[in-house]
């Protein structure tokens, strides 16, 4: 009898311990907002201020949207955009114009899938580009709502990944 309650308490302490580990690999994650979406459920680019959103629409070009700090969509400045597709061998570049508080690519992305893109975003034409690096994976998520590109839940994934380094340690 004895015995068996230490057991029990045993497997209680090692139950408690599992659900406190992803906690605190949420509280790390509150700081990268990496895998937030966009307020139009785009991809969110975060290496540029404002932050701006990568969203392919249903007709396959691409908007730009740029959003402030309550995940709000503000109307471009003087940003400038380009959008490079595929290999770097023979790459596809999209330029944007701005239409209302986006901006729109003046092509289609490519066929295929999951390839190389490059976000480049300068806060003017004369600025140093911010350049933000992602494979297009277009496939919807099984798991949320957003495509796999601007998929919100992969975040689980890598803070599993962050875990088995530190378990590592
Ligand atoms: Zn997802």
Redesign the pocket.
């Known amino acids: 009898m004895k015995l068996k309650s230490i057991l029990t308490l045993a497997a209680a302490a090692i139950l408690g311990l599992v659900p406190a580990s992803p906690l605190t690999a949420a509280d790390e994650h509150d700081h990268d907002h990496a895998a937030k979406a966009g307020p139009t459920g785009g991809k969110l680019l975060t290496e540029v201020e404002p932050h701006a959103e990568f969203l392919v629409t249903k007709d396959k070009k691409v908007e730009i949207r740029f959003v402030g700090e309550d995940n709000k969509v503000v109307a471009p400045a003087a940003q400038v955009v380009t959008v490079t597709l595929g290999e770097r061998s023979k790459p596809t570049k999209l330029t944007f114009t701005k239409d209302g508080d986006k901006l729109v690519s003046d092509k289609t992305v490519l066929e295929g899938n999951d390839y190389p893109t490059v976000v480049e975003i300068k806060a003017d034409a004369k600025a140093k580009p911010v350049r933000s690096r992602f494979n297009l994976n277009l496939t919807q ?1 099984p ?2 709502a ?1 495509p ?1 590109y601007a ?4 975040h689980g994934d890598h803070a599993k990944k962050d875990e088995a380094k530190k378990g590592k340690k």
């Open positions: 998520c798991t949320c957003h796999e998929c919100t839940c992969e």
